[in-house]
């Protein structure tokens, strides 16, 4: 078997957001959702079997990862080690390019990155269906991150047993018409969240009195966005897209205490989005665990939203992501 491999894996943006888990261990989702897996901050994760060593050693950009980040890391590759019947240590070494905690899913190119790499070093043969089950151990997210373009994540059956729901449980590609689309992001604040995003989807499922309702929505949503994306129809597309992450972000704002990622830079250019549209040009947004908007619009028009949101995003970066590939092993 391989005893050292290097992956990539880029970071998706949700448009029916994944909020909720039914069974923490084995993140299982509550809810069905759906992404676009984008083509900026890569991940680049190279695993090294030690046969010698004690305990792994695990870095991130560099600096040796500690706390909960460790924590993760180590978790992931027991199981990935349960699974090969190999007790060998690893070392790993992680470059990762988005802002770590920023609310712009690090942990799903992370994760997704890590699973083709330690999956790879370990010698398991999976294809991508099974990478993805995998990657959803280490964030839920992560799941659709092995799939290039839109990828949808089942959440599988709540009623059946363990094994049957963890099977189920994966992403696959979602087919598009002619679409040619872009995610503007405004990033406002790349330092690290007050809550992170387990913690906030825990306390929303446990206090929010709108959970149960946006939940419920959220699989009509997804409906009306698979057809809306066969169809090319990108404004229905936005607007599901939208009104899904609004959803979201209300459930938290009832949850008690409330958790609340929106700031007045967020609102400024939510603004902006609706004046973009008033204008003509469609464009819609949507926000996950943290300040940063991200703005659906055709490609052909995001040079102009990408300046609109310059004006309104005061002392944030803009860029523009269009549709990017799934994770992959790097050769040799
Ligand atoms: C708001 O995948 O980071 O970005 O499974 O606990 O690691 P864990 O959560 P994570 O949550 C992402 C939440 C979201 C919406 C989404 O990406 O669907």
Redo the contacts with the bound molecule.
């Keep these: 078997a391989t005893e050292e491999a290097t992956a990539v894996a880029h970071p998706?943006?949700?448009l029916?957001?994944?909020?909720g888990?039914r069974d923490e261990d084995l993140?299982l989702?509550r809810v069905d959702?759906l992404?676009m897996t984008l083509d900026v901050f890569p991940t680049t994760t190279r695993v090294r079997l030690r046969a010698d060593a004690a305990h792994d050693q695990v870095t991130l950009n560099g600096a040796p990862a500690r706390g909960e980040a460790l924590r993760r890391v180590v978790a992931f590759l027991d199981l990935v080690r349960e699974r090969a019947g190999r007790a060998h240590r690893a070392v790993v070494d992680s470059e990762n390019t988005v802002p770590t905690g920023a609310?712009l899913?690090s942990?799903?190119s992370g994760?997704a990155a890590l699973a083709v790499a330690a999956a790879a070093a370990y010698g398991l043969d999976l294809d991508a269906t099974a990478l993805s089950r995998l990657a959803?151990r280490?964030?839920?997210?992560?799941s659709?991150s092995v799939f290039g373009g839109f990828a949808v994540w089942h959440a599988g059956p709540a009623r059946g047993t363990a094994q049957e729901a963890d099977l189920a449980s994966h992403a696959e590609p979602v087919p598009t018409g002619d679409l040619d689309p872009a995610l503007v992001v405004a990033v406002l604040d790349a330092g690290p969240k007050e809550v992170?995003?387990?913690t906030a989807?825990r306390r929303t499922v446990d206090t929010s009195p709108l959970y149960e309702s946006w939940a419920a929505s959220s699989g009509a949503d997804l409906a009306e966005m698979r057809a809306a994306l066969l169809a090319g129809d990108i404004e229905t597309v936005g607007e599901v897209a939208e009104r899904n992450a609004l959803g979201?972000h209300a459930t938290m704002l009832a949850a008690r205490p409330a958790v609340r990622y929106m700031t007045p830079a967020t609102l400024a250019v939510l603004d902006r989005v609706l004046r973009i549209r008033r204008d003509g040009v469609p464009a819609y947004a949507t926000m996950?665990?943290g300040p940063n908007v991200k703005v659906l619009c055709r490609r052909a028009d995001a040079g102009q939203v990408a300046a609109a949101l310059w004006e309104a995003a005061a002392d944030g970066t803009v860029l523009v992501a269009g549709p990017g590939p799934g994770a992959r092993l790097l050769g040799g």
Aim: charged content about 20%.
């Design positions: 998706n943006i949700a029916i957001k994944y909020w888990k993140v989702p959702s992404s609310g899913a942990s799903a994760f959803r280490g964030s839920g997210s992560a659709r992170s995003s387990r989807m979201m996950d665990a």
